[in-house]
């Protein structure tokens, strides 16, 4: 009986301690500098400071904004999600209520804020160098979530990277062996070389995608221009492909307009 009560104490301890550890961040690239993040009124001014101060069962909310993993020259920069933190994007600067098809909040590989998009995809200049993968969701549940934002202008990090190397598979998005769950999110503008899926790659993973659209994203050398998978499982609702390309490589899920 007493392993049994002190057992059950362990346990509530346990759960207690998760649940003293939930709570809300709040992130603001227009606040000019980092606050506790614990409010709109003081908020973090860098997702990446939120995500290195969230733990399990937390929400992240972010304002509209262009937001990047990194600095110049920092191409091996990502977000990388969390297991049991959900970042929610599409709020007004300040805060207020939460609509993403107005408030974009913009999860941008552009590290030095240079790109000229006007001639996509042949003439795009990114003049100086993307990162890698603007997210990244490997390793995690489907208690991770991403809802609400634009994941734009993933392109190959830094130069000198091989062909076949992860670096060139999953530009906007790239999941090895994870599952998280992705809602009413946009792609567009992230372009992988000589690999696969320019928005979003998977690779022994089971993510669940939800209302997202795949705008304009491309693969040279390789397939998926939206969206590729491989030894995965997918969940794809209520998603829409328009203008992605793949030139020279085998059609995949997430080319064309389907």
């Given amino acids: 009986m007493r392993r049994a009560v002190l057992k059950a104490s362990i346990l509530a301890c346990s759960a207690g301690a998760a649940l003293a550890h939930a709570g809300d961040w709040y992130v603001d690239a227009s606040a000019g500098s980092a606050g506790s993040g614990a409010t709109w009124e003081e908020p973090f001014d ?116 091989l062909a076949g190397s992860w670096a060139m598979f999953g530009s906007g998005l790239f999941i090895l062996q994870g599952s998280p769950t992705i809602r009413d999110c946009e792609f567009r503008y992230n372009t992988a070389a000589f690999g696969w899926g320019g928005g979003l790659y998977v690779y022994q993973g089971s993510p669940r995608i939800t209302r997202c659209r795949f705008f304009r994203n491309y693969v040279h050398l390789g397939g998926g221009g939206g969206l590729a998978a491989v030894e995965s499982t997918l969940s794809i609702s209520d998603c829409v492909f328009e203008q992605n390309q793949s030139v020279s490589g085998s059609v995949s899920a997430g080319d064309g307009d389907g």
Avoid: K
């Fill in 46 to 161: 860098n997702l990446q400071l939120a995500l290195a101060a969230a733990h399990f069962g937390d929400t992240i909310h972010v304002a509209e904004g262009v937001y990047t993993p990194g600095g110049p020259g920092e191409t091996e920069a990502t977000f990388q999600l969390i297991s049991g933190v959900t970042l929610l994007g599409g709020y007004p600067v300040g805060g207020g209520a939460r609509d993403p098809s107005v408030h974009e909040s913009v999860l941008s590989g552009d590290l030095d804020g240079d790109d000229d998009l006007a001639g996509w995809p042949i003439a795009w200049n990114i003049n100086g160098r993307n990162v890698e993968h603007v997210v990244t969701g490997s390793g995690v549940d489907p208690t991770a979530v991403l809802d609400g934002f634009v994941i734009a202008q993933g392109h190959l990090g830094a130069a000198g990277n």
